[in-house]
């Protein structure tokens, strides 16, 4: 094996002569040079949302049973926990150790900082 030092400075616009563009640059380039390679065609759309719509009727007709909810903001359901202690694992709080295994704050939420 030989080793050696190589230069990994990189800069685009030295190398090729130019900025390089986006994505968006080159998409809309495309769109109006006519280029529809990136876009997909109406048929392959709706061919798409057949085969979604099905499952997002079923979820809006049957709202999910026992699933683990949680306000956003929040460090999640208590379902969190029980899958780490399944594991033998819980979530670590340094700021809270004495407040028992599931480290509970005062106002009963949990307040998690990592996993132990």
């Given amino acids: 094996m030989k080793l050696g030092l190589v230069n990994m400075d990189f800069d685009y616009a030295t190398y090729f002569g130019s900025e390089h563009s986006t ?8 769109c109006m040079a006519g280029d ?10 709706e061919a ?6 099905p499952i997002l009727d079923v979820w809006h ?5 026992d699933f683990p909810n949680y ?5 999640g359901p208590p379902e969190a926990a029980d899958l780490l202690e399944r594991d ?26 990592g996993i132990a």
């Fill in 23 to 30: 994505g968006y640059e080159r998409l809309l380039r495309d």
């Fill in 36 to 45: 529809a390679t990136l876009f997909q065609r109406a048929d392959m759309v």
């Fill in 48 to 53: 798409g949302w057949n085969v979604i719509q």
């Fill in 61 to 65: 007709a049957l709202p999910a049973r």
């Fill in 71 to 75: 306000a956003a903001g929040s460090w």
């Fill in 88 to 113: 033998g694992r819980e979530w670590h709080n340094t700021e809270n150790e004495g407040l028992g295994r599931r480290n509970r704050t005062s106002t009963g939420e949990r307040d998690r900082v």
